[in-house]
Each structure stands twice: as C-alpha cells, then as structure tokens.
DNA sequence: CGACTGGTTGACGAGGGTCAAGGACCGTGG
DNA sequence: CCACGGTCCTTGACCCTCGTCAACCAGTCG
C-alpha cells in the first residue's frame, strides 16, 4: 500500500493515488453509489488547500482530518475534526474556502464533485447532500456558541463529550490530535488546554493516561459542566 | 396592517398574519415560485423559538432578523444577522437548533418546508437550497475563525466591513441592532464593543453619527486591520 | 417633564495568553 | 542496552486584554 511518510512542512499535494471501488454496505453514510479514488495521507500531509479549486468532495475511511482557516500573521482556527464516516470539502463554489490536512495517517476516498451535484439529479443524493450540510452547519453553529461563550474549562470539558459521543467507545476518549491542534479547534493556547485537562483531573472528573487517552469518569457532571 | 408593538420579554409567539402571494422579480433569491405566508413581526418578537418544530422557511423581506443560541445561565450567542433577500429556518432535522427574533419591525414570508424539500424534488429547487446552505455554512465559520481568533478591535472592523458589504450603501453603515446584539454576534460584551467604536473614531477611521450611523472613512486601512 | 431604553466612559480585576524551563515519550543509531 | 534528538506535554511566573461594576449621558415616548 502506498503511503507518505510525515513531513514538517506540510505544503505538498501529491497523494499517492490507487484506484477503487466504493464498498456498499458496513457504511452508515449516504447512498454513494458513484465510483470514488482512494487515497491515503501522511500525518501532517495536506488534503487540499485554502484557496484550491474544489473538484473533489472526500470521505474518510479511517484516521482524522482537521479544516482549518489561517489569518495573515498564522492565527489558525480549526472549524472541524472529520472522523472515518464523515464527508468533507463541499464548498458553494468551486473554490475550497479552508485547507484540509490529515491529523494522523488517513485513507479518503474522493468523489468528483461534479458527479454528485450533476450527476443524473437523483432526488435522493441530492437530499441527502443537504441533509448532510445542514447537520454540519448546525455543528459549527454550535461551534460558534463555544468560542463565543463558554470559558476554557467548559470549552475543553465539551470537547471531550463531543469526541467520546463521536467515538462511541464507552467513556474511553482517544485522541488523534496534539494539544495544538485541540486548542486551534477550541480558540485557546495549548497551554490553557493542558491546565485545563490538568484541572479535571485534580476534580477527579476524568482519568489521564498519556496524554492522548482520557478516561471520562463522571460524565453526568461533566455534562453539567460543559455549558 | 397589524403589527405588534415592542416587547420586554420577547416570548410569546403569535405573529399576525397575511396572505399573500410571493411577489416573483426584483428578487436575486432563489427561484421559489411558490405560495409563501406574509408575516409581521414587531421588534424583539420571536419568530420562532429554539426546540421549536421547524415548519417553516422564511425569507426576510423587510427590516434585521437575529438567529441565537442560549447557554442555560443566559449567555447568548448570535450566530447571523439575517438582511432582506435572506432565507433563513432550514434545519436539519424538524427541530429547529436556535431561536430567530425581529431586530427591528420585520416582514417575512413562510414557506412550507415540506414543500420546498419534497416539492417535486425540482432539481433546481433542490440545487438553490444546497448552494445557500452552503454559502450559509462558508459565512458561519468565517465567524468561528473571527470568534475563535480575532481580538475586539478586529473583530467589529470585521462586522462593519460585512455590514458595509452587505448593505451595499457606499461606505456608510446603518446599525439596526443595538450594541447589545452586536455584542452577543461578536462574543464580547456591549461596553467593549463601544470602546472599539471610540477606538475606530479617534484613530480617523470611522465617523460616528449618532450611534446607529457608522461612515467608513478609510475601507483600506479597515480590511487591512480587520485581519 | 420624567421615565425608559440605549450608549459611553472610567476604575478595577480576573481569565487566559505569553514566555520560559523542564519532563515524558519515542524512534533511531551507536 | 543506552544515549541522543525530536516532538509533545506540563507547569510556573508574569502580564494584558477584555469583562465587571458603576456612574453618567443622550435620545425618545407618553
């Protein structure tokens, strides 16, 4: 199988490509009927870029990928974190307003956006490709009271309940993400994210092992916290 | 006509009500050459509520509508400032997520939302409202990277920038919203939001007529701080 | 005229950012 | 096997931006 290695600077776009199938079944997402390219991308390697022509809409098969947005001076924020299931890259134009990178090793497998707004207007893709979107535009709007409102601990307490609902794997969160990436994603320092782990720790709320696996111990309070 | 009068508490919801046809041309929208109910809200009335059944879509004809969010202890985030000609209240499942009031007096029309998704499955229809939900979601996480990352001063160059774009009215702003809202759209607090007017003010940026009437006197130097 | 809503300005403090040092973990290679 | 380098994480000290609290001002309506 061919994969990328890490790299430092994650700018290049040259994917190794191998041709597929999409597999029906085992696969809760939309009726994607349509022949798809599977790809695969190093930790760190760019997906498509702010900016780029959108001619492909993905689907992660597995690994995370994070959507991000840079200012001039490299202030980032990350809108989103797209686990194996998710769809990622529309856009209302042809151009990718944010940058996709992959936040671990990931497989994808990439839609020619053509084929899915065109292709034969099948009412169901259709209805589904906007179900889709407005599931996700309700996240960020929900996103958008977190950065708005919600202090740090709160912020990080969220987090966690939102990624231990994604994962679905019984109060044991594994993250995929380094603090600076968390902290991108929740507007803070990844200082603040630490101290704020190190504070739900000290309420007895949550169990550290490693850094990347966190042990929600109280979800209920946690809830209650969270906003 | 029927209008209601201003209210402290903006709860209750019985809008009055009009038939009327949807007017088509003089209208960029989407093609929605369909029956739409003419409704009339009077300032800080609720047009619909947070929990609420989403039957409806709305498209503003007249006057500011405010889409918000509550934390349980009050906080309120604003996620959009709707104009006339913009469509809001679709929603991804049949509840709708957030809560939308009148700014100012508003009219708007009611589109039976198991029209417009079932209706035919028009694949333009169709096309229209994937595109704004789309557009919706590329304005709704520019925001997260405003509210995530911006500091105060940005932030309002930012909204007087948009306002200034979307109103189209050569360098002067009108404000329909009180510093309040503004605030609660900005994630900061109306004091802060007035000391960055003040701001803007004695740096010669900006004229203040009243505290409604903005002129942009330096659009350059504006985009250029506004990050 | 007085009451109300909305806006401005000031003094002060806290939450989180910045800067800096050091620790934990991991793969590589001697 | 351990040393080494790199990446990631934690923790502390300090400071700054913005929130809080409060007083006062301006415009509007009855």
Same mark, same amino acid.
Request: aromatic share 4%; hydrophobic share 40%.
């Given at each position: 199988?061919?994969?990328?290695?890490?790299?430092?600077?994650?700018?290049?776009?040259?994917?190794?490509?191998?041709?597929?199938?999409?597999?029906?079944?085992?696969?809760?997402?939309?009726?994607?009927?349509?022949?798809?390219?599977?790809?695969?991308?190093?930790?760190?390697?760019?997906?498509?870029?702010?900016?780029?022509?959108?001619?492909?809409?993905?689907?992660?098969?597995?690994?995370?990928?994070?959507?991000?947005?840079?200012?001039?001076?490299?202030?980032?924020?990350?809108?989103?974190?797209?686990?194996?299931?998710?769809?990622?890259?529309?856009?209302?134009?042809?151009?990718?307003?944010?940058?996709?990178?992959?936040?671990?090793?990931?497989?994808?497998?990439?839609?020619?956006?053509?084929?899915?707004?065109?292709?034969?207007?099948? +009412?169901?893709?259709?209805?589904?490709?906007?179900?889709?979107?407005?599931?996700?535009?309700?996240?960020?709007?929900?996103?958008?009271?977190?950065?708005?409102?919600?202090?740090?601990?709160?912020?990080?307490?969220?987090?966690?309940?939102?990624?231990?609902?994604?994962?679905?794997?019984?109060?044991?969160?594994?993250?995929?993400?380094?603090?600076?990436?968390?902290?991108?994603?929740?507007?803070?320092?990844?200082?603040?994210?630490?101290?704020?782990?190190?504070?739900?720790?000290?309420?007895?709320?949550?169990?550290?092992?490693?850094?990347?696996?966190?042990?929600?111990?109280?979800?209920?309070?946690? +809830?209650?916290?969270?906003?």
């Amino acid at each position: 199988m061919l994969t990328q290695t890490a790299h430092a600077t994650p700018l290049a776009h040259q994917p190794d490509i191998a041709l597929s199938l999409h597999r029906k079944g085992r696969d809760e997402s939309p009726s994607l009927g349509v022949l798809g390219i599977a790809m695969s991308f190093g930790r760190n390697m760019e997906i498509y870029a702010e900016g780029e022509s959108a001619g492909h809409v993905y689907k992660v098969v597995s690994g995370v990928v994070r959507i991000s947005n840079l200012l001039p001076d490299g202030r980032r924020q990350i809108s989103a974190f797209h686990l194996p299931g998710d769809m990622f890259g529309f856009e209302a134009d042809n151009l990718h307003w944010a940058s996709a990178e992959a936040v671990t090793q990931v497989k994808v497998i990439a839609y020619k956006r053509r084929i899915l707004l065109a292709g034969g207007g099948s +009412t169901n893709l259709g209805r589904d490709l906007l179900h889709l979107t407005l599931v996700e535009l309700r996240h960020t709007q929900e996103h958008l009271l977190l950065l708005g409102r919600k202090n740090a601990l709160e912020r990080v307490t969220t987090f966690l309940l939102d990624m231990d609902k994604r994962t679905k794997a019984g109060s044991v969160v594994e993250l995929a993400m380094p603090r600076h990436d968390i902290a991108d994603y929740l507007g803070l320092t990844l200082e603040t994210v630490s101290r704020m782990f190190a504070e739900l720790k000290e309420r007895g709320l949550v169990r550290l092992e490693g850094a990347r696996r966190v042990h929600l111990l109280d979800k209920q309070q946690l +809830t209650s916290m969270g906003a």
